[in-house]
């Protein structure tokens, strides 16, 4: 018999709880499709606590049956992050007396390590899942405490079916996008000969030419719990030299990632001798693969040009393998510029609870978006998709 699907307009919204969850068909088909599936959330709601809460909403019809499960996450958001005022600005001044000056309690819609997706199901379409959560999120909020809501990096294509939540009031905002690369070659050789300029082909070779003097090794694996200790502190020496600081994550993360989804992980690991000098951490989904996070030995990395010799060995093996795209998570543009990749953008939208502050928040956040003060994505030819 055909499932029939029930009007938006009677769909309720509302937190479900773990337990249900557990048993809730809805949520083990979420993000079906997608290399992030229920897994990954449960992975992160576990393993990444420091400054989120965790939760999920269940979308259901009037007669009480979860037809999708969207998650979310609440956290005390700094508004303007993407800028940093400086102690000596107005703001900075202001915070100097008080502290929580313009950090509101946020309902987040997404993940808090990656970008979100709406949770489309056999039972509903993305563009039902999105009317819905738009026409009851506000008052999800005001339930939950939550000052303002956002649906944080939600990809270009969705932009159609989120195209309710700006009538409901929400603005639009570019995030740090994502960058892609296509891959489908016979080589890296190959790649370089086609797509890449004769000046940025001899500087590449300079730089492949350092790491290689330090022979290197590289290897291939899809769980990393056994150097797990190695892998951590080149985690956290590229985290913490990052401008932009979100989630920070745990031993346990690449750990439960490899053992409970090592059909999507995959881990490159490069060895001096007995010395684990980088590692990547991708995933995988049909012909993409994706870069996820990486750790340097930042005693070594810079002389060794590191970040282009693993980028050029991780797109090696994609290519052998038969991924025909490269997929990057943001920053670090200006390599990726001179790769030839292409910019992948990812969506903010935001609105305050209050209407009148909403009014507000709606003409300033254009204008307090990171990726408006980044002039490197300037350079790329597709900067404008973006916004």
């Given at each position: 018999?055909?499932?029939?699907?029930?009007?938006?307009e009677?769909?309720?919204?509302?937190?479900?709880?773990?337990?249900?969850?557990?048993t809730?068909?809805?949520?083990r088909?979420?993000?079906?499709?997608?290399?992030?599936?229920h897994?990954?959330?449960e992975?992160?709601?576990?393993t990444?606590?420091?400054h989120?809460?965790?939760?999920c909403?269940?979308?259901r019809?009037?007669?009480?049956?979860?037809?999708?499960?969207?998650?979310y996450?609440?956290l005390?958001?700094?508004?303007?992050?993407?800028?940093?005022?400086?102690?000596?600005?107005?703001?900075g001044?202001?915070?100097c007396?008080?502290?929580?000056?313009?950090?509101l309690?946020?309902?987040?819609l997404g993940?808090?390590?990656?970008?979100g997706?709406l949770?489309?199901?056999?039972y509903?379409s993305?563009?039902?899942?999105a009317?819905?959560?738009?026409?009851?999120?506000?008052?999800?909020?005001?339930?939950?405490?939550a000052?303002?809501?956002?649906?944080k990096?939600?990809?270009?294509n969705?932009?159609r079916?989120?195209?309710?939540?700006?009538?409901?009031?929400?603005g639009?905002?570019?995030?740090?996008?994502?960058?892609?690369?296509d891959?489908?070659?016979?080589?890296?050789?190959?790649?370089?000969?086609?797509?890449l300029?004769?000046k940025t082909?001899?500087?590449?070779?300079?730089?492949?030419h350092?790491?290689?003097?330090?022979d290197?090794?590289?290897?291939v694996?899809?769980?990393?719990?056994?150097?797990?200790?190695?892998?951590?502190?080149?985690?956290?020496?590229?985290?913490?030299r990052?401008?932009f600081h979100?989630?920070?994550?745990?031993?346990d993360?690449?750990?439960?990632?490899?053992c409970?989804m090592?059909d999507k992980t995959?881990f490159?690991?490069?060895y001096?001798?007995?010395t684990l000098?980088?590692?990547?951490?991708?995933?995988?989904?049909g012909?993409?693969i994706?870069?996820?996070?990486i750790?340097?030995?930042?005693d070594?990395?810079?002389?060794?040009?590191?970040?282009?010799?693993i980028?050029?060995?991780?797109?090696?093996?994609?290519?052998?393998?038969?991924?025909?795209?490269?997929?990057?998570s943001?920053?670090n543009?200006?390599?990726?510029?001179h790769l030839?990749?292409?910019?992948?953008?990812?969506?903010?939208y935001?609105?305050?609870?209050?209407?009148?502050?909403?009014?507000i928040?709606?003409?300033?956040?254009?204008?307090i978006?990171?990726a408006?003060?980044?002039?490197?994505?300037?350079?790329?030819?597709?900067y404008?998709?973006?916004w």
């Amino acid at each position: 018999m055909e499932r029939r699907i029930p009007d938006p307009e009677f769909l309720s919204v509302a937190p479900i709880g773990r337990d249900e969850l557990r048993t809730c068909e809805a949520w083990r088909i979420a993000f079906a499709g997608q290399r992030k599936d229920h897994r990954y959330y449960e992975i992160i709601a576990d393993t990444v606590r420091d400054h989120f809460e965790y939760g999920c909403f269940a979308i259901r019809d009037p007669s009480g049956r979860v037809l999708a499960v969207q998650p979310y996450f609440l956290l005390d958001q700094d508004v303007l992050e993407g800028i940093k005022p400086d102690r000596s600005s107005l703001v900075g001044r202001i915070r100097c007396r008080y502290p929580r000056f313009l950090k509101l309690r946020t309902l987040m819609l997404g993940c808090t390590a990656g970008e979100g997706h709406l949770a489309a199901s056999a039972y509903l379409s993305s563009a039902a899942v999105a009317r819905a959560l738009a026409q009851n999120i506000v008052a999800q909020a005001h339930a939950l405490g939550a000052q303002m809501i956002v649906l944080k990096e939600f990809p270009r294509n969705d932009r159609r079916d989120l195209a309710y939540f700006e009538r409901e009031g929400f603005g639009r905002a570019p995030s740090m996008p994502m960058t892609t690369l296509d891959i489908d070659y016979n080589s890296f050789d190959d790649y370089m000969q086609s797509a890449l300029s004769a000046k940025t082909r001899r500087d590449l070779r300079k730089k492949f030419h350092a790491a290689e003097r330090s022979d290197l090794e590289m290897t291939v694996t899809d769980n990393a719990a056994s150097f797990i200790d190695e892998l951590y502190p080149l985690y956290l020496q590229t985290y913490e030299r990052s401008h932009f600081h979100f989630e920070k994550l745990t031993k346990d993360y690449f750990r439960r990632l490899g053992c409970e989804m090592s059909d999507k992980t995959r881990f490159f690991i490069w060895y001096r001798g007995n010395t684990l000098m980088a590692f990547a951490l991708c995933m995988v989904e049909g012909e993409d693969i994706f870069a996820e996070y990486i750790g340097l030995d930042y005693d070594f990395a810079l002389d060794l040009h590191l970040y282009h010799y693993i980028s050029r060995d991780v797109i090696a093996w994609a290519m052998t393998h038969g991924y025909k795209r490269f997929r990057s998570s943001g920053l670090n543009y200006d390599p990726k510029l001179h790769l030839r990749h292409r910019l992948d953008p990812i969506d903010l939208y935001v609105r305050h609870v209050s209407p009148t502050a909403n009014r507000i928040m709606r003409q300033a956040l254009p204008w307090i978006v990171p990726a408006r003060y980044d002039t490197t994505l300037r350079k790329f030819p597709d900067y404008r998709q973006m916004w």
